[in-house]
Antibody
Framework: QVQLKESGPGLVQPSQTLSLTCTVSGLSLTSNSVSWIRQPPGKGLEWMGV???????DYNSAIKSRLSISRDTSKSQVFLKMNSLQTEDTAMYFCARSHYYVMDAWGQGASVTVSS | DIQMTQSPASLSASLGETVSIECLAS??????LAWYQQKSGKSPQLLIYAASSLQDGVPSRFSGSGSGTQYSLKISGMQPEDEGDYFCLQGSKFPLTFGSGTKLEIK
């Protein structure tokens, strides 16, 4: 069955770069798109960006200057990198299989705290 | 960006009660709307897409409707397992934008 799993450091220092990995199974990244979504503690969801099945990307304009999404299809992995982290970037970060806005399989989430 | 105004922010319902959650888009979104349920400490799960299409495996007591800028999610007969947070998501234009969420509890 389709599975996604996020991994990465739980703690990042302010101004540093966040690197997260989404490892997928049961699906091919060359025929499926993957979105990243984040959720600050006790708050709502924010769509961050998507990597399409053809390798193209789209980003939320609010964070586009800091964000990069890439992939390694041979390893079934999607990567998120976001620089210049601040405390307001503290959140649970999810990856999800996406058919545009229809996200039918989600990872468990990776908790990221930005603190010195 | 398209703004999604979701209401109510919180809702308390008795078992068996029918509840509705609304999302109002700042412009027409042509039924490109999905509803997600998120239980405490879990990742969101897809309930409805294309405004009214039920995702496989989702109980038929969930239904979606709407058009243009106004959309709603209805739960016909509240069950204990329906407690959680509900979010709408518009997919008409990038960036995709979520509603602010509705916390649904058992009365």
């Amino acid at each position: 069955q389709v599975q996604l799993k996020e991994s990465g450091p739980g703690l990042v220092q302010p101004s540093q770069t966040l690197s997260l990995t989404c490892t997928v199974s049961g699906l091919s990244l060359t025929s499926n798109s993957v979105s990243w979504i984040r959720q600050p503690p006790g708050k709502g969801l924010e769509w961050m960006g998507v990597i399409w099945s053809n390798g193209g990307t789209d980003y939320n304009s609010a964070i586009k200057s800091r964000l990069s999404i890439s992939r390694d299809t041979s390893k079934s992995q999607v990567f998120l990198k976001m620089n210049s982290l601040q405390t307001e970037d503290t959140a649970m970060y999810f990856c999800a299989r996406s058919h545009y806005y229809v996200m039918d399989a989600w990872g468990q989430g990776a908790s990221v705290t930005v603190s010195s | 960006d398209i703004q999604m105004t979701q209401s109510p922010a919180s809702l308390s319902a008795s078992l068996g009660e029918t509840v509705s959650i609304e999302c109002l888009a700042s412009e027409g979104i042509s039924n490109d709307l999905a509803w997600y349920q998120q239980k405490s400490g879990k990742s969101p799960q897809l309930l409805i897409y294309a405004a009214s299409s039920l995702q496989d495996g989702v109980p038929s007591r969930f239904s979606g409707s709407g058009s243009g800028t106004q959309y709603s999610l209805k739960i016909s007969g509240m069950q204990p397992e329906d407690e959680g947070d509900y979010f709408c998501l518009q997919g008409s234009k990038f960036p995709l934008t979520f509603g602010s969420g509705t916390k649904l509890e058992i009365k």
